[in-house]
């Protein structure tokens, strides 16, 4: 039910990307809707500070460190399954051959994929996702946008998380409370990983939205055409990020964006 709405909050958001926009000679041509998506980053922020950090600060003090290893490579394996399909849908057989070998090195040998042999093997093909795909088919990104609770995207990636959500094997399980605790566990095991990144944005960056937002768009555009000279996505925002850190301090090697909530959590 909940998934069900979901789908209609992110419709009805995609839909009002195109009723306005921000102007100004300051703003990001990619970015048309800055003040709306500014909102929702600080309601994603103030749900993170007060509930998401303190449940993975709490989960990584408490878990031994092989046990979340563990649960990253469980969860990590389940996302082989979609990233196969999408490295299907764009042609990258040599990619996906690999997966399948993944896929099958540590289901059947690595316990159901707690154990990443697979890694230690030198089997490592790159993630793909759906608005990856899209984009390698010549589908435009849109705007950026940031959606509630799930984080930075566009127009198309968003599209892409939305039928994700749909075909996530969490929510496949049939038992509730299966997949009630899968989605959770799934949910502070993201977070922790991601809690030495978020700490050093927060160190370095003057403005945290326009950093996050920088970011993502240029590794959006190097996933998906990393050879393209020049295009509507080719955008430099070297010269007006406000978020650049001071000459000499090094920038935190940010884990995959965009960073999403799994969908199980809409169930």
């Known amino acids: 039910m909940m998934i069900r709405v979901l789908h209609l909050i992110l419709a009805a958001f995609f839909l009002a990307c195109f009723a306005g926009c921000a102007t100004g000679p300051n703003a990001n041509p990619a970015d048309p809707l800055e003040p709306m998506n500014r909102s929702i980053y600080k309601f994603n922020d103030a749900v993170d500070a007060a509930v998401l950090k303190p449940m993975a600060n709490g989960y990584k003090a408490v878990v031994p ?17 979609w990233s196969l399909v999408n490295q299907v849908l764009q042609f990258e057989f040599s990619y996906a051959g690999q997966t399948v070998a993944r896929l099958g090195l540590n289901t059947i040998f690595g316990l159901g994929g707690i154990l990443d042999l697979a890694s230690e093997a030198g089997i490592q093909p790159p993630k793909a996702d759906l608005g990856q795909t899209f984009g390698k088919w010549g589908v435009p990104s849109g705007p950026y ?37 899968l989605t959770v566990t799934r949910i502070v095991d993201i977070r922790t990983q991601l809690l030495g990144a978020t700490d050093a944005v927060d160190e370095i ?16 555009l190097n996933q998906i055409s990393p050879q393209k000279s020049s295009s509507e996505d080719d955008i430099d925002y070297s010269a007006e990020d406000p978020a650049k850190p001071m000459p000499g301090q090094a920038i935190p090697k940010l884990p995959p964006i965009p960073i999403t909530l799994p969908s199980g959590i809409f169930k």
Do not use: E
């Not at 959606?147 to 998380?161: A, I, N």
């Open 65 to 81: 460190s092989p046990i979340r290893t563990g649960v990253s490579n469980f969860f990590s394996n389940l996302g082989d399954v």
């Open 145 to 181: 946008v940031m959606l509630p609770l799930l984080g930075p995207s566009s127009v198309r990636d968003g599209v892409g998380t939305v039928t994700a959500t749909y075909h996530d094997p969490v929510n496949r399980v049939s038992d509730n409370a299966t997949r009630n605790v």
């Open 205 to 220: 960056a003057l403005d945290k939205y326009s950093f996050i937002r920088d970011v993502y768009l240029k590794r959006r």
